[in-house]
């Protein structure tokens, strides 16, 4: 599995992030099968949060992957926190009890990654600094970062924040792309010339920040997954013609077309099937050529200005 560097950390990371969101799906059978696929795929990168499954999905992984410091030491941790029933919350108190929550839960003494899951309005960046500063110096958190945020949010925490943001989570797939579009229509009056997150996507890249792309197969917010849907048949098209040439699957080519970017992006993978996940991970060894990669955009309904 082809690395990275986790944002301006030394981290080394594989391209791909197992997201854990859907394990309490799995039996325990399954479960162990999964994980262990992953690592033999050298996935050994494994996202979490603390919601998922109510916490249930990470006691499920512990399990599965048979946690102790052997195993602790040949995998990387992350986890999120920050949501609450009808809420958000960053507050000091809730960051630090969430923590305990996940590692507990993880069994394990530390996180490799902690990311703040969705933007809390009410958030008072100093009790979030003070929060991190806590967690790295106990020893319990190794690295930071953020879900969901945007380029101001980011950097009224950074104003108070000692400790670099290494990642975004941001949902970004093929049908999901406003991030790109709009840097495409820039003084345009059009739709696509919105800017619906302060060009997030430029704000990484001079930031060293790594972004995460949640849902790399879903169109609209949990819709459905575009991959083989009547709904987009000259993506379909594209893909699966793209896809030929390479030899490999549909999966494999909707991920290689985020990593083709110079961004150097991090695919969060949802799904939970053994085969789609070793598809997935294959987009490490697949380079689209720009024309791919444009036509691929073009086909998903984007036009050029």
Not at 213 to 224: A, D, I, K, L, M
Not at 257 to 271: D, F, K, N, S, Y
């Amino acid at each position: 599995m082809r690395t990275i560097k986790l944002g301006t950390s030394s981290l080394d990371v594989p391209v791909i992030a197992v997201g854990c969101m859907r394990l309490d799906s799995l039996d325990r059978s399954e479960a162990e099968r999964f994980v262990q696929a992953a690592l033999d795929e050298g996935a050994n990168f494994f996202d979490h949060a603390d919601i998922y499954g109510r916490g249930r999905c990470e006691e499920i992984f512990a399990d599965a992957i048979g946690m102790n410091g052997t195993v602790r030491e040949g995998i990387i941790l992350q986890s999120k926190c920050g949501i609450r029933q009808g809420m958000f919350d960053f507050s000091k108190e809730h960051i630090l009890a969430s923590v305990d929550g996940i590692l507990r839960r993880l069994k394990t003494d530390y996180l490799d990654i902690l990311l703040l899951h969705r933007p809390d309005t009410l958030v008072e960046p100093e009790e979030v600094a003070e929060a991190f500063d806590e967690l790295e110096r106990s020893g319990r958190v190794r690295h930071f970062g953020v879900s969901n945020q945007h380029p101001h949010q980011i950097d009224l925490l950074k104003k108070y924040v000692r400790q670099p943001l290494v990642a975004n989570q941001l949902q970004l797939s093929l049908t999901n792309a406003t991030m790109i579009k709009s840097g495409f229509n820039v003084n345009m009056e059009n739709e696509a010339a919105v800017d619906r997150d302060g060009y997030i996507l430029d704000y990484c890249r001079l930031h060293d920040i790594t972004i995460q792309p949640w849902s790399p197969f879903q169109y609209g917010f949990f819709e459905g997954v575009f991959l083989d849907n009547p709904k987009f048949p000259e993506l379909n098209a594209k893909i699966d013609e793209v896809a030929a040439n390479y030899g490999v699957s549909n999966t494999t080519v909707a991920i290689a077309w985020l990593l083709r970017h110079p961004a150097r992006m991090q695919p969060v993978i949802g799904t939970m099937n053994v085969g789609r996940l070793k598809d997935c991970c294959r987009a490490s060894e697949v380079h689209l050529t720009r024309e791919e990669w444009y036509a691929l955009y073009r086909a998903a309904g984007n036009v050029l200005p």
